[in-house]
């Protein structure tokens, strides 16, 4: 009963290339989020989006963009991918946000790996 | 600021051992805590939260605001708890994680 899936599992592209990152989720969340996860580094949030076609700049969004065109789906974008891209990105959606009982209790994808040559 | 720090990259005990994975959050407002766990070849996953005052797998994690801290123990460990650890803190807007701590139990 997958419910966050992430349409590519490895990728390797070369630098310059534009890469598209897929996300859907099946349990209509209002809140879907992309992250980076990196040794040493934890989670760090990129784009977070509460609703069709908004977006939030995270905390690391430089060289990155998303596209949420429809609620189930959030596409992670990197316009020109460097090498320091290179990483694992995890999707992941929730029901809602805010403060209070059930906020922000994540529910992730399998994870992308990215290779950047 | 919003920060959750994770002191320890790596921590090793053997089975049978407790376990108590360290972390220290800054937060101005009444924090909500988490605990998520990755377990090898697994995604990420929710392990607990603090208002569900639960025991999970044995684990238990108790908000002391005091000092800032919401360890997460275990009184004996088992081989099949060797993971990463995420603690995080609910920002309002976001969870804010910290680096991870990577339990390795030996048999």
């Known amino acids: 009963d997958v419910k966050v899936t992430q349409s590519s599992r490895y990728l390797v592209k070369r630098t310059g290339e534009k890469v598209f990152l897929e996300c859907v989720q099946d349990?209509?969340?209002?809140?879907m989020f992309w992250y980076r996860q990196d040794p040493g580094l934890g989670l760090r949030l990129i784009y977070f989006s509460y609703d069709v076609k908004m977006k939030e700049k995270g905390d690391i969004p430089e060289g990155y963009s998303v596209s949420r065109e429809k609620k189930e789906r959030f596409s992670l974008i990197l316009e020109s991918a460097s090498t320091n891209q290179t990483s694992m990105y995890l999707c992941?959606?929730?029901?809602?946000?805010?403060?209070?009982?059930?906020?922000?209790?994540?529910?992730f994808g399998a994870g992308s790996r990215l290779t950047v040559l | 600021a919003q920060r959750v720090t994770q002191p320890e990259k790596l921590l090793s005990v053997f089975k049978g051992a407790p376990v108590e994975l360290k972390c220290n959050y800054s937060?101005?407002?009444?924090?909500?805590l988490f605990w998520y766990v990755q377990y090898s070849r697994q995604r990420l996953q929710l392990l607990l939260r603090?208002?569900s005052r639960e025991s999970i797998k044995g684990f238990t994690a108790d908000l002391n605001k005091g000092e800032t801290s919401f360890h997460l123990k275990k009184p004996f460990a088992q081989e099949e708890d060797s993971a990463m650890y995420y603690c995080a803190l609910n920002g309002a807007d976001k969870l804010i994680f910290g680096t991870g701590t990577r339990l390795q139990v030996f048999p």
């Open positions: 992941a959606s929730s029901l809602f946000g805010g403060l209070g009982s059930g906020a922000n209790v994540l529910t």
């Open positions: 349990m209509d969340h209002e809140n």
């Open positions: 937060y101005s407002g009444s924090p909500e």
């Open positions: 603090h208002i």
